[in-house]
Nanobody, 124 residues
């Protein structure tokens, strides 16, 4: 059974940077796209960024455009989220997700595998 494992979360001051990583463990992993979502306390799950696995096309939420960069290492089946210029409003649990069939990128229900989440806390 494939599981996604995130790492790299932590606590930083506003303006700082963090790099999240996500890789699969167990089972045979295939993906058409991977994404990052986040959920702040008491809020709904929010799309952050996604990347198509074959061509590397990227899509970002407006709230992170220009500050966050999603990338992938196909040889390691790993996806990264480089987060620069962090703001207190970026504080959330961050989840990576994978689609086995390319579908609506921003829709969390279209993802087949999820990680357990990694906490990002940005202090002002």
């Amino acid at each position: 059974q494939v599981q996604l494992v995130e790492s790299g979360g932590g606590r930083v001051q506003a303006g700082g940077s963090l790099r999240l990583s996500c890789a699969p463990s167990g089972g045979t992993f295939t993906t058409r796209a991977m994404a990052w979502f986040r959920q702040a306390l008491g809020e709904e799950l929010e799309f952050v960024a996604a990347i198509t696995w074959s061509l590397g096309g990227q899509l970002y939420a407006d709230s992170v455009k220009g500050r966050f960069t999603i990338s992938r290492d196909r040889s390691k089946n790993t996806v990264f989220l480089q987060m620069n210029g962090l703001r207190p409003e970026d504080t959330a649990e961050y989840y990576c997700a994978s689609q086995t069939t390319l579908s609506t990128i921003r829709a969390p229900e279209k993802y087949d595998y999820w990680g357990q989440g990694t906490q990002v806390t940005v202090s002002s």
